[in-house]
């Protein structure tokens, strides 16, 4: 008879996932999504002025919706559409539709601002779990939350707000850390949804990768893991190229590629819009130098989080080799910081494009304080954070407070001014001046509200269609000013009409317009001018 021979398992050190607190410190997070909701909410309809790029979004929306189609013109493959498939999503369940809140840009905004407080839930609990800081997450959101920089963007219907939410909710399923493969999976799926809302989120799949090889390869089930998380990325990429396909526009005619689209023949292409777009560069008429935008608008709008930001990057690489339990999430944050700002500096920008560096500089920012007070209880990270946000806060020329033209001390622009009101004033002003049968060449930015409302303007096209879409270009406008009859003229159209060659329109507004209403505010000008000789 043999003897049981009972033995007591050995403990196993704590993981690094038992050391983060399991609940959510429900109060923070509420504090957050709190600050978020005034930021961003606070006087989001009234500024910033309505972007050429929310009206496009916006009216392929409305053809989403209205017509079945991707783009009420030709559709280029410009973007992948998710991302305005999403706002026809949220257009679709409101009762009011475009019009819910005002117009259909406003309506869109609303959406961005639960975007960015989704978000805001996410990057708190993506710094938590992974640093174990309540702290670090709590400066992590509250710069994201109240920088200048976040707050003009993210305000707006951008598909980068809605591309950065996606990998964020990735990050938030990889930092969870529960070694289920349906985690993989998800992680996987939202960057697949984040590269089909905008292409340049590819630069960010080299810090994703490793935080996903780094965070499951201590898995048992680590390779199913893997290959889960790269079929459910590819997936939404391969079901656009199926669709480019379908419709016979995946390769161009001929095979013939062009770096100038707009001098396509045949039909349009995906493969050659991406062609086009990787031939393009800070010297295109299409954007501007990553140098001018930095020294003319970024640091003006937010010297502090791009100054903090870059450092707290290159700290987070350096530092995160030297800390076995922190390197993966700080590391893997450096390397999608710097892939994007890889990509910043080498395309063609317009200055929107830095919105996704303020989430990213936000979880280096929250990363490293988390490292650097790894060794510091709670109450003394929390007296830190205060003494770090408190001076950006109420110092002039910080988050929320500055000089005016006359020394005077006020909130800042983001908080009070009520620019959108001009173009308010525009559409009425169309609407109560304008026949309906009128040919009008429009930006995008009230695009919807004069197609969506009645009375409705069924000639009023986009001047970049005007001169390049042969459907308007061709058969509407003739590339003449003689077929024009109104051109209704957006803050700096007038710089997008020289930078794009579109001469002919030019033409029509100094040679044969008479400018017949004109409203202006401080740098803002908007005015409408009506083209001689008109039918």
Not at 149 to 162: K, P, S, T
Not at 171 to 194: E, K, S
Request: charged share 15%; aromatic share 12%; net charge positive.
């Amino acid at each position: 008879m043999s003897a049981e021979v009972l033995t007591t398992p050995k403990k196993r050190p704590p993981s690094a996932a038992a050391r983060v607190p399991q609940k959510a410190p429900k109060l923070l997070i509420a504090v957050a999504l709190l600050i978020g909701l005034a930021s961003h909410g606070w006087n989001m309809f009234r500024y910033p002025l309505y972007l050429t790029d929310e009206g496009i979004y916006m009216e392929q929306a409305w053809s989403v919706l209205k017509e079945g189609k991707l783009s009420p013109y030709t559709y280029f493959y410009d973007h992948a559409p998710m991302g305005w498939l999403a706002l026809a999503g949220w257009v679709g369940i409101l009762p009011g539709g475009f019009g819910a809140f005002g117009n259909a840009i406003n309506t869109g905004r609303v959406l961005m601002l639960i975007v960015h407080l989704a978000s805001v839930f996410l990057m708190f609990e993506v710094v938590r779990r992974f640093t174990g800081s309540k702290s670090a997450a709590f400066l992590a959101t509250f710069v994201f939350n109240l920088s200048p920089l976040g707050v003009y963007y993210q305000r707006q219907v951008l598909l980068d707000n809605l591309m950065m939410f996606w990998i964020l909710l990735g990050l938030y399923l990889l930092a969870r850390r529960d070694g289920r493969i349906v985690a993989a999976m998800g992680a996987g799926a939202c960057f697949g949804l984040a590269l089909v809302t905008k292409e340049n989120a590819i630069f960010l799949l080299p810090g994703c990768a490793y935080l996903l090889h780094k965070t499951i390869k201590e898995q048992p089930n680590r390779r199913f893991g893997a290959s889960f998380y790269w079929f459910t990325v590819l997936a939404p990429v391969v079901g656009y190229l199926l669709f480019a396909q379908i419709k016979n526009e995946l390769f161009p005619e001929g095979f013939r590629f062009s770096p100038d689209n707009n001098q396509l023949q045949g039909h349009v292409s995906l493969l050659n819009t991406i062609w086009w777009q990787l031939h393009r560069n800070s010297n295109s008429s299409t954007g501007l130098s990553f140098t001018y935008l930095l020294q003319q608008s970024w640091l003006f709008k937010d010297r502090y989080l791009l100054i903090a930001g870059v450092a707290a990057t290159v700290l987070t690489l350096i530092s995160g080799r030297r800390n076995k339990r922190l390197r993966t999430p700080m590391l893997g944050c450096a390397l999608m910081t710097l892939g994007y700002a890889f990509y910043l500096s080498r395309s063609a920008l317009l200055d929107f494009y830095i919105a996704p560096m303020v989430p990213l500089f936000a979880l280096n920012l929250g990363m490293f304080f988390g490292w650097l007070t790894r060794r510091t209880n709670q109450s003394g990270a929390a007296v830190l954070v205060a003494c770090l946000l408190v001076p950006v806060l109420v110092m002039p020329g910080g988050f929320m407070i500055k000089y005016n033209a006359k020394g005077e001390l006020e909130f800042s622009d983001a908080y009070r001014l009520p620019l959108t009101r001009l173009q308010e004033q525009q559409v009425a002003w169309i609407k109560q001046n304008i026949p309906t049968s009128a040919r009008l060449i429009i930006d995008d930015d009230i695009w919807v509200a004069l197609h969506d409302s009645k009375p409705a303007y069924k000639y009023a096209h986009p001047h970049y269609k005007a001169t390049s879409d042969p459907d308007v270009r061709d058969k509407v406008f003739h590339s003449s000013w003689e077929n024009v009859d109104y051109v209704v003229m957006s803050n700096k159209m007038r710089d997008a009409l020289q930078r794009g060659g579109e001469t002919w329109i030019i033409e029509a507004i100094d040679q044969h317009g008479e400018t017949v209403w004109q409203a202006t505010r401080g740098d803002v000008s908007l005015s409408i001018v009506k083209i001689g000789n008109t039918s």
